[in-house]
């Protein structure tokens, strides 16, 4: 096996591993010591025994979430593959390399979940064929152009990545009997997050008005999109009122605190357009 290989993996997963690391050759090091922690994350299918013993008595219901998060991976490595494979589409720059960073990341979650099911002796579900236009297989949604306007396609992904954000925190508590599962799930749920921002950055940088997180129930300019939103506008946290808690904290200030998490009914609902 190729550590610096599986190194270069982890990676992927976890843009920031190196943050916590003096370097490659020092993780290489610890990579034994740290390989519980790498088993979470971790994407070469040569780990198996080490996924095996993390997620081999996974009960059924947390491997119908992971499915559930493979499919939702599915559709954005799918997206951000083609977006990159079209000529002309994405600008050379930040654009290019922010689409092709994502695409790596999406692309090494579906791999992930996908080991992480079959050691849990778990049948991973098939990849859905995609109507990215929105259409239900029409291929003449509201986001016809996704393919062909760049502003398009930034809109249609900033809405794949702040449902993924919420979809994967509202699955928390049903991966809560699993500490593996629920930290692999919540690490993937950070880089998600750091997904939306950069998109949100470049729509701000070509005018759009939005924030790098979400404000409110704010659809930042993106038509069709409330049910991704919806509930986004509360301030009660843990029966606190947030904005009640010292002077000058506003509705949107609570708001943008906290991402409320979505059901995999809502989030199910949301994406049904974009699968055939």
């Known amino acids: 096996m190729n550590l610096h290989n599986v190194i270069n993996e982890i990676e992927k997963v976890d843009p920031e591993i190196y943050d916590r690391l ?17 088993a979470l994350l971790a994407i070469p299918f040569g780990l198996g025994s080490m996924f095996k013993k993390a997620y081999g008595q996974t009960p059924a219901s947390i491997v119908a979430v992971l499915n559930y998060a493979l499919t939702l991976e599915y559709l954005e490595a799918e997206f951000y593959t083609r977006a990159v494979a079209t000529p002309g589409l994405v600008p ?47 291929m003449a949604g509201p986001y016809a152009t996704v393919f062909t306007s760049y502003d398009t396609l930034l809109a249609v992904a900033q809405a794949f990545e702040d449902t993924g954000v919420r979809a994967y925190k509202g699955q928390a508590g049903a991966l809560i009997s699993n500490n593996d599962v629920l930290t692999a799930a919540l690490r993937i749920h950070s880089v998600e997050a750091r997904h939306a921002a950069a998109i949100r950055r470049i729509r701000r940088e070509r005018g759009a ?62 994406v049904d357009p974009f699968i055939v």
């Open 22 to 38: 003096d370097g490659r050759r020092d993780a290489i090091k610890k990579f034994t010591g740290f390989a519980g922690k790498a």
């Open 92 to 138: 050379a720059g930040v654009g290019a390399t922010t689409f092709t960073t994502i695409r790596d990341h999406e692309n090494a979650h579906v791999a992930f979940l996908r080991s992480a099911i079959i050691a849990s002796s778990g049948t991973p579900v098939a990849k859905p064929n995609f109507d990215f236009t929105g259409g239900n297989g029409s």
């Open 209 to 270: 008005t939005v924030k790098p997180w979400i404000t409110g129930n704010n659809t930042g300019g993106v038509p069709g999109v409330d049910a991704v939103y919806a509930g986004e506008e509360n301030t009660m946290q843990a029966g606190v009122n947030i904005t009640g808690i010292e002077a000058g904290v506003s509705v949107d200030d609570a708001t943008e605190a906290f991402d409320e998490p979505l059901t995999m009914a809502q989030v199910l609902a949301i």
